[in-house]
């Protein structure tokens, strides 16, 4: 996404936190919770970890049930260069066949 982020901002990171209030849990409270868990792994990947951060970690999460993946991605660029990188960017994500399942925002900074 090009622009500025518009959540809540991330504990630090990869932190299990509880999904209805974003709040971290302890270890005793997750010990003592009924049922089942929902495990998010949320925080800021430098660019050279990405692949291998994909590599190691997806397959962990896939063995699990109800396994979603968001991308959430923020670029400074200048005003005379947006229009052509949105330009790629759209017709990427329109070869990947996700143009209304992932979408392009931009704000000024």
């Known amino acids: 996404m090009l622009g500025e982020l518009r959540s809540s901002p991330a504990p630090s990171a990869f932190d299990l936190?509880?999904?209805?209030?974003?709040?971290l849990l302890s270890d005793s409270e997750i010990s003592k919770a009924p049922g089942k868990m929902i495990l998010r792994v949320?925080?800021?990947?430098?660019p050279e970890l990405w692949n291998?951060?994909?590599s190691k970690i997806i397959p962990k999460l896939r063995s699990a049930e109800q396994l979603q993946a968001r991308v959430e991605l923020t670029?400074?660029?200048?005003?005379?260069a947006l229009a052509s990188l949105e330009n790629e960017i759209q017709q990427v994500l329109s070869?990947?066949?996700?143009?209304?399942?992932?979408?392009?925002?931009k704000d000024r900074q």
């Open 17 to 23: 936190v509880s999904p209805p209030s974003g709040e």
């Open 42 to 46: 949320k925080g800021l990947v430098p």
């Open 52 to 54: 291998r951060f994909g």
């Open 75 to 80: 670029v400074e660029v200048d005003a005379s």
């Open 95 to 105: 070869d990947l066949n996700l143009g209304g399942k992932v979408v392009v925002e």
